[in-house]
């Protein structure tokens, strides 16, 4: 089935440090990709996403490629800030013709500090 | 209202006791997800509904877990003879169908369940 294996954490960084938070999946067919981001009290919202081989997605500073020769769709930032603390989640949507099965599979979570 | 509500926001019960967890999706979102997550572990996927379709429960962890939908609308999740393993934040989310259901879904901001 599929599967999403994120870098265990938690990371932390001083500010203005450049991030890489390592996402590999195992899936059939050919996935859309995603990372999800919950802030300290709020809930999990979608931060970017990517919807076939080597697109990048990218919001507020963050990118992330699809690598479908790696399985994988690391999550970058070059200069991160306090604000950007948080636990990131990489997930994967099964598609299959162009049509999703609907289920997300997340992976564990990654918990970001960032310290000034 | 504009996002997803879930209530009660915190539940404490003792073990052996049936609870009742409640899911307002957005309006117009055919697709209703629920996950749990457990302390320092990812989200687990539970159930998946999606219009009029048979819902996917294959995540669904053992019989005494249920949910239902009535139509496109509020989902209720019930946990029968609660156990203490069942300590978690349940998450509910929803998302728009059609061929790409689940391309962005939106959280509530989860029931802590918390069983003595």
């Known amino acids: 089935g599929d599967s999403v294996t994120q870098m265990e954490g938690p990371v932390t960084l001083s500010e203005e440090a450049f991030l890489t938070i390592n996402c590999t999946y195992t899936?059939?067919?050919?996935?859309?990709l995603f990372w999800y981001v919950q802030y300290p009290g709020e809930g999990l919202q979608l931060l970017l996403k990517?919807?076939?081989?080597?697109d990048k997605g990218s919001n507020k500073g963050f990118e992330a490629t699809y690598r479908k020769e790696t399985t994988s769709f690391h999550l970058e930032k070059g200069s991160v800030q306090v604000s950007d603390s948080a636990v990131y989640f990489c997930?994967?949507?099964?598609?299959?013709?162009?049509?999703?099965?609907?289920?997300?599979?997340f992976g564990q979570g990654t918990i970001l500090t960032v310290h000034p | 209202g504009a996002g997803v509500s879930q209530s009660p926001s915190n539940k404490v019960t003792e073990k052996g006791k049936d609870v009742e967890l409640r899911c307002d999706p957005i309006?117009?979102?055919?697709?209703l997800y629920w996950y749990r997550q457990r302390l320092g572990q990812g989200l687990e996927f539970l159930i998946y509904?999606?219009?009029?379709?048979?819902?996917?429960k294959s995540g669904l962890p053992s019989d005494r877990f249920s949910a239902e939908r009535t139509g496109e609308s509020v989902s209720t999740l019930t946990i029968q003879r609660t156990q203490q393993e069942d300590s978690a934040v349940y998450l509910c989310?929803?998302?728009?169908?059609?061929?790409?259901?689940?391309?962005?879904?939106?959280f509530g901001s989860g029931t802590q369940l918390s069983v003595l």
């Open positions: 309006s117009g979102h055919t697709a």
């Open positions: 989310a929803s998302s728009l169908g059609g061929a790409r259901v689940g391309e962005k879904l939106f």
């Open positions: 997930a994967l949507l099964g598609l299959a013709g162009g049509t999703s099965y609907g289920k997300l599979t």
């Open positions: 990517a919807t076939k081989a080597d």
């Open positions: 509904f999606q219009g009029n379709s048979a819902p996917d």
């Open positions: 899936a059939t067919g050919y996935p859309s």
